[in-house]
């Protein structure tokens, strides 16, 4: 079956402890992307990917790396959380950036 | 930013009324796409329509595009309560709009 997955669903963490947040194509897909929903402020994007080893910044990448070593693969790293990081997060796939995206169930994070 | 804006913000309306949800940006686009958002879960694509056409059709979607207006509009016929969701457009490179939150009433 072809999905994005990701992992965790929900996590709880505390400020200062890195964390990452994996997320994994079976679609062949060269174009990855994260993005953070917030109540009022809709999807914005974080980091994309536009293929192996190509990542470039979103609309709001600070605080946040991703790598891009493999093609299915694209985690998000968190190096040290802080409380404004506590959002909703989505990773998507597609053939190319211009094209239908595939999203993941999402992560709930909270950061106390 | 290309971010679109969705319009309205909220609405409700009664099982079996049509939805019409519209959608404004501000550059030139090559196609503008909407999906759909059940609660909390993540965004599935609709429909796209290319910049060269004017209406598309899919079940009970019907999406239109003015590129001379900048703007597109999603109408849902026949509103079903699993239709309750947040609607989003998005162009080109997937920047997302604040989204458009309907609600059916039974």
């Known amino acids: 079956e072809a999905q994005v997955t990701q992992n965790p669903r929900y996590l709880i963490t505390v400020t200062g402890k890195k964390l990452t947040v994996t997320c994994s194509q079976n679609?062949?897909?060269?174009?990855m992307s994260w993005y953070r929903q917030d109540p009022g402020l809709g999807l914005r994007q974080i980091y994309y990917?536009?293929?192996?080893?190509?990542?470039d910044k979103g609309d709001v990448p600070e605080g946040y790396k991703v790598s891009r070593k493999e093609k299915r693969n694209f985690p998000l790293i968190l190096e040290s959380p802080s409380p404004n990081q506590t959002s909703l997060y989505f990773c998507?796939?597609?053939?190319?950036?211009?094209?239908?995206?595939?999203f993941g169930p999402g992560t709930r994070l909270t950061v106390t | 930013s290309q971010q679109g804006e969705e319009d309205p913000q909220a609405l409700s309306i009664q099982e079996g009324e049509n939805a019409t949800m519209n959608c404004s940006y501000k550059?030139?686009?090559?196609?503008l796409q909407w999906y759909r958002q059940n609660s909390g879960r993540g965004l599935v694509h609709l429909i796209l329509?290319?910049?060269?056409?004017r209406e598309k059709h899919s079940g009970r979607l019907r999406v239109t595009l003015d590129t001379s207006k900048k703007s597109s509009s999603l109408l849902i016929t026949a509103s079903r309560a699993a239709d309750t969701a947040s609607y989003f457009c998005?162009?080109?490179?997937?920047?997302f709009g604040k989204g458009t939150r309907l609600h059916i009433l039974p």
């Open positions: 990917s536009m293929n192996v080893e190509v990542t």
């Open positions: 550059t030139s686009i090559n196609n």
């Open positions: 329509i290319r910049s060269n056409e």
């Open positions: 679609m062949n897909h060269e174009y």
């Open positions: 998507a796939s597609s053939p190319t950036p211009t094209t239908q995206q595939y």
């Open positions: 998005a162009e080109d490179k997937i920047i």
